[in-house]
């Protein structure tokens, strides 16, 4: 009798994310069918109501795993700007005030750090992953990519900020990566890679 594959669903609305936490979780072998929050329309989407990534990750995962009866994962993620005191952090997918507009984001932040030099540009992009079992059971672990922030936007790939940091030791940004060079480095990649044996275990 075969198995069947088992589920574990991606609490998130967002295509890019989607398509970036497969590639990741994929590459170890994790052997899960993995479904976005899509799958699943008729789930009101989670207010993010936690004060860091952690809490609103687990905020998310909990829902869609009482929700759906499934393992979820979920992550919070965002730029965290050294001269800005840490924001957006949280809000950065809401920083211009509309949640997602991630060219309004940008410009507005690339704004307020007009008058600010290279040397004093640092920044990271942070992401905490969360998973969470249906009987209750949790796991977050977190991931940094640190970096300088760019005056100008470069590159087309990735989302977000992505144009405008520059990760350490690199000469391009972020969306001037290939997927697979930006997943070995992410926040996100480092995070998932890290929750991936727990899914594992888990799961097992």
């Given at each position: 009798?075969?198995?069947?594959?088992?589920?574990?669903?991606?609490?998130?609305?967002?295509?890019?994310?989607?398509?970036?936490?497969?590639?990741?979780?994929?590459?170890?072998?994790?052997?899960?069918?993995?479904?976005?929050a899509d799958a699943y329309p008729h789930?009101?989407?989670?207010?993010?109501?936690?004060?860091?990534?952690?809490?609103?990750?687990?905020?998310?995962?909990?829902?869609?795993?009482?929700?759906?009866?499934?393992?979820?994962?979920?992550?919070?993620?965002?730029?965290?700007?050294?001269?800005?005191g840490g924001a957006p952090g949280i809000?950065?997918?809401?920083?211009?005030?509309?949640?997602?507009?991630?060219?309004?984001?940008?410009?507005?932040?690339?704004?307020?750090l007009a008058d600010i030099d290279t040397?004093?540009?640092?920044?990271?992009?942070?992401?905490?992953?969360?998973?969470?079992?249906?009987?209750?059971?949790?796991?977050?672990?977190?991931?940094?990519?640190?970096?300088?922030?760019?005056?100008?936007?470069?590159?087309?790939?990735?989302?977000?900020?992505?144009?405008?940091?520059?990760?350490?030791?690199?000469?391009?940004?972020?969306?001037?990566?290939?997927?697979?060079?930006?997943?070995?480095?992410?926040?996100?990649?480092?995070?998932?890679?890290?929750?991936?044996?727990?899914?594992?275990?888990?799961?097992?």
């Amino acid at each position: 009798m075969t198995v069947p594959t088992p589920r574990l669903v991606l609490a998130t609305r967002n295509a890019h994310k989607v398509t970036e936490l497969r590639a990741i979780l994929a590459d170890t072998g994790l052997g899960v069918e993995l479904v976005g929050a899509d799958a699943y329309p008729h789930i009101p989407d989670v207010k993010e109501t936690g004060v860091t990534f952690a809490e609103n990750a687990l905020l998310k995962a909990e829902a869609l795993a009482t929700a759906t009866g499934l393992p979820t994962v979920a992550d919070d993620s965002g730029l965290c700007v050294d001269v800005l005191g840490g924001a957006p952090g949280i809000f950065s997918a809401r920083w211009a005030g509309r949640h997602g507009d991630d060219a309004a984001n940008l410009s507005l932040l690339l704004a307020q750090l007009a008058d600010i030099d290279t040397p004093h540009r640092a920044a990271h992009f942070a992401c905490a992953a969360a998973l969470a079992l249906p009987d209750g059971t949790t796991r977050v672990v977190e991931g940094r990519l640190r970096g300088t922030l760019r005056h100008t936007p470069a590159g087309t790939s990735g989302f977000g900020y992505d144009p405008v940091l520059q990760p350490e030791g690199h000469t391009v940004t972020c969306a001037q990566l290939t997927a697979e060079q930006k997943n070995a480095i992410s926040h996100r990649g480092i995070a998932f890679r890290e929750l991936a044996p727990l899914v594992a275990q888990l799961l097992r």
